[in-house]
């Protein structure tokens, strides 16, 4: 029987100036796929540079995290935002990381959206197209990592955009697939062993538990910790392990 392979990919370089987010090098040595913030919530040209840095010298597959020019809110506040101006604001950023990519001599894997930028294209089809649109002005051939059931999954396939679906470890899900909002008690799961044991389920089952208890069908070929979880370095850990036991391969670009 072949077996399953799946993506660990984790939200990094988000530090900026003296401010320091995450425990970047330490889950890096774990995942197999990075998402580098580009300056807009997070993130800063020496950040950046870092961070790709330490990618290549870990051989992690590194992709650009554009995100809404919301510094303030880390990203994770609603805006609108013209479609033109919304697509250069993603072109600006992926170009920007795929620069330090080239000078470090490694290749841009993918891209992420970041916070609410990809939660909006779970079901605005503008942004959903302003996303798909500005990846494709830059590379026909890049991946978009896109949730399931999302908008942003609808477009990409309509506009032949390579994507790859993309689901949370440490995230509960509403009913219809959408992320339950921060702003809830439960949307954040910090239990090593439960975020395991969920993404087992999915990558096994092909199913999850929404917060209402509903089973929903889904399926994925790239997992998320974010970085900005205080418990990511033992969850990854935790996660490599189980997944090690389950006979199930960890590598990026799946």
């Known amino acids: 029987m072949e077996r399953k392979q799946i993506d660990i990919n984790?939200?990094?370089?988000?530090?900026?100036?003296?401010?320091?987010?995450?425990?970047?090098?330490?889950?890096?040595?774990?995942v197999s796929s990075i998402n580098v913030a580009c300056g807009f919530h997070g993130g800063d040209p020496d950040v950046m540079d870092h961070t790709v840095a330490l990618a290549k010298k870990y051989g992690v597959g590194v992709g650009a995290h554009p995100g809404f020019p919301n510094l303030l809110?880390?990203?994770?506040w609603n805006m609108d935002i013209p479609p033109k101006t919304l697509i250069n604001i993603i072109i600006?950023?992926?170009?920007?990381?795929?620069?330090?990519?080239?000078?470090h001599g490694i290749t841009l894997q993918h891209v992420k959206p970041h916070g609410n930028l990809n939660n909006m294209a779970d079901t605005d089809t503008v942004i959903a197209t302003s996303i798909v649109e500005a990846v494709q002005?830059?590379?026909?051939?890049?991946?978009?990592?896109?949730?399931?059931?999302?908008?942003?999954?609808?477009?990409?396939?309509?506009?032949?955009q390579p994507?790859?679906?993309?689901?949370?470890?440490d995230r509960a899900y509403n009913n219809d697939m959408t992320l339950v909002s921060r702003?809830?008690?439960?949307?954040?799961?910090?239990?090593?062993?439960q975020a395991a044991a969920n993404v087992v389920r999915m990558v096994k089952e092909n199913r999850l538990t929404a917060i209402s208890g509903e089973v929903l069908e889904v399926k994925g070929q790239t997992i998320c910790v974010h970085g900005d979880t205080v418990t990511a370095v033992?969850?990854?850990?935790?996660?490599?392990?189980?997944?090690?036991?389950?006979?199930?391969i960890v590598t990026s670009g799946v």
Request: overall charge negative; proline content about 4%.
């Open 163 to 169: 994507f790859l679906l993309e689901l949370f470890a």
């Open 10 to 30: 984790c939200d990094m370089g988000e530090s900026f100036g003296p401010y320091t987010l995450g425990n970047d090098e330490e889950v890096m040595k774990l």
């Open 73 to 76: 809110g880390f990203g994770r």
């Open 234 to 248: 033992e969850m990854v850990k935790v996660l490599l392990q189980i997944l090690e036991k389950e006979n199930i």
């Open 92 to 103: 600006y950023q992926i170009g920007a990381l795929d620069i330090f990519c080239k000078k």
């Open 137 to 160: 002005s830059v590379n026909t051939a890049l991946p978009i990592y896109v949730k399931p059931n999302s908008e942003l999954e609808r477009i990409a396939k309509e506009k032949g």
């Open 183 to 193: 702003r809830e008690a439960g949307a954040v799961i910090t239990d090593p062993h």
